[in-house]
């Protein structure tokens, strides 16, 4: 029987039994390549084997009927037959298939990754009750700086203020206490708060109450709040703490509530006390408190800002002394919480879309030279009577089915990645640990999927409707219409990866600076924690007891083996620590400095490797009842002396945080080098060191430099306080290493990830520019084979083929050039050390581009000078 009677029989067979579970036009193909598979197992030349049996299949006019009426069967019927011919389809090709897959998934995953943290921190609201009505109350200096509330402020403004259904306070800091329950002393977080603090944010007490107008009195009672997690751990839950005496710092207090576990935007709190602020005139200028507010359900945050202003005008007139030049002014809580992180996850999300664009031009480019060499099967499938509707269809069938599968897939890939962001990522942006995949991030990813699988899908399906697909069976060889697009989307795909290469460039570049800069210490082998002692124990007015326990201490860690030096720090370095409050230095001429002031033991600059200047560091003569000496730091020398030494000279230094201002009064006896203290970012400020023996604290942070790994002697040194006192609790022990590092981990995160999205960038646009090259190389195979056949060399054919990856190449270049500098000014908010249109690095990325676009253009150039002429022309 003759191969068409055959084909006719089981064609019949398909259209008779009405499996539509069968693939009709599939069955057809492979009828096709069996019989041209025999042909050319006979002798024949594939072309002719190919255009024969084409020409007797389409002779099957009795099957073409049967064909139309098979394709009428309702589209939904047919959608998995559709479907899983896409997937024979694919799983035939398993390059393709696997490069198309992993673009999907990388591109869906981490957009779903980094949306879910950009929709979580900034686009997710609050998690108040109503929280649109949250504002953040703040101090305005007449120059334009922003400060916290006084207390006597604050006060007057909850008192007059018509705007605020709520208006609450809480300290700037969160000091350590010592919580001693049933076991061990424990140091726990606290921060105090006025009344009406939860009531404000929304939160209702688990147990109990908040605190009162009357907790709130200048040595009013001693109450405490606990959190649910602490109550649990330390209490196990137990209801009848409320209204129990607990010790705190050596003091007895009583719980008065339980407050479940809620977000905290002041930062971490364990323990909450009343605000009690000693009612002095002075307190007016001490500007620390973070003021929260709940509007009222008719008043606008406009409205509220205009009582502010009003109100602090009031005050400028009638407490001239201390709120002159003061204002008051109100902001979204929201807003405010994220200012700080908002341009860089902005830029992420900026980045991230890139990718998404990569992602979408990589995949349409493999779609269109997937569809590309598929014309000669669509021209069967017409000749049989297939509707270019139904082709069509098909295409977008399987364009969508590969953006569905990835897009699971990278969903699946966009968890894992964002657990890998809570874990690694930037302790600094808040709410991040409470950030999840939710179902807005799902509909981004599947909206991504699909918009994406529609748009590669569009282009090859409306090849599939033009009339000239059929012009394939009258040469059997591939079309070259496309090709234009084709190379639009491989210089879209450049231009995009050179602009995160080049922004890559910037934030590697920015870090390794910000890296290099130079603390002002040695951050190698040094242990570190903070010390909260009892005030009941120690505070005793002299500040004996104080400095007797520091001066002990050190002697019993200076035992440990491997410790070499022990010291202490009121507030150490890039710890996040600071003054509670602006501090004025007055120089013998009468000019003033605002300064910041650190309480230091004797070995400090030793311990920290700070580089004496002039003069003498703090020593162990530098008592209580010794005269008064201050060492201060070359910024402050500069500033204030020039070039005169200034050993000997007398500073008066004001304690503007107490009650009642104290004019600390001090001989400088040594001057050191700076310190970055707050960031590396922010050149040191000025700073004045002042003995622990004369000025004692609650609070220090203890460093001890060690032989080795400083974590070693982490055990020892637990043991060692816990031996000159039972009751002193130690809290976490870190490196300074950690310290550092801590500061740099937002532009590490940023630098990181974009440098991550920059190679995946690059690996997209060398696949495209290969897969475009490879592709025209099997369309100009014929054309390349006349070439050498006429007397071409085999170098003007690289050139040939090189020609047009590097014209794409240069072309995307070009483009993305441009953007990038359009693009500069985003970054220059966000990068330290370098410009934003930094030379070297825009030459860098374009080295590096075309380093990447060489190699992958010499490839398919390269194999296209292997091409056989003669084979090549049997071929056709």
Known sequence: MRWIDVARHRLRSFVRSAQVDQDLDDELRFLLEEQVAERVARGEPPGEARRSAMLELGGLEQVKEECRDVDRIGWIASVGSDLRFGARTFARRPGLTVAMLAVWIFGVGSTTAIFSVVNGVLLTPLPYPQPDRLVRVFGVWEHGSREGISPPDFSDYRDRARTFEHLAAAGNSTPLLNLTAAGEPEQVPSRAITSGFFATLGVKPLLGREFLLEDEAWKGPRSAILTDGLWQRQFGGDPAVVGRAVRINGLSYTVVGIVPAFFNFLGAAEVFTPLQSNPVPAMRGIRTLSVVGRLKETVTIQQADSELTALAEALQLQQATWDRGWSAAAAPLATELVKAVRPGLVMLLVAVAFVALLMATNVAGLMLSHAASRQTEFAVRLSLGASRSRIARQLMTESLLVALGGAAMGSALGVGALQL??????????????????????????????????????????????????????????????????????????????????????????????????????????LTTRLALSSAKFNDGTGVGLSAFWRDLVPRLEEIPGVLHVAMVSELPLSGLNNPSPRVATTADGRSFVIDLRSVSPNYAAVMAIRLREGRFINGDDRQRAPRVAVINERFRREAFGDRNPIGEHMTFNFQERAEPDNYQATIVGVIGDVHHSSLALPPVREAYLPVGQSPLLNYDVVVRTAADPLSVAASFRQAVSALDRDQSVGPLRTLDDVVDRGLAQPRFRSYVLSLFAFVALLLAAAGLYGLLSFAVTQRSREIGIRMAVGASRSQILALILQRGLVVTAGGGLVGLVAAFGLSRVASTLIFGISATDAATYFGGIVILSVVALIACWVPAHRAMQVDPVGALKAE
């Open 421 to 526: 962001i809570k874990q690694f990522g930037p302790p600094a942006i808040p709410r991040l640990a409470s950030v999840g995949i939710d179902s807005r991030a799902l509909s981004v990813a599947l909206m991504i999927a699909v918009s994406t699988g529609i748009l590669c899908g569009l282009e090859p399906a409306w090849r599939a409707a033009r009339g000239e697909l059929t012009d394939a069976m009258k040469s059997g060889r591939t079309p070259r219409h496309g090709s234009a697009l084709r190379d639009f989307l491989v210089l879209a795909q450049v231009a995009l990866s050179l602009m995160l290469v080049i922004g890559a460039g910037l934030f590697a570049r920015s870090l390794a600076r910000l890296e290099g800069v130079d603390p002002g210490f040695d951050r190698t082998h040094v």
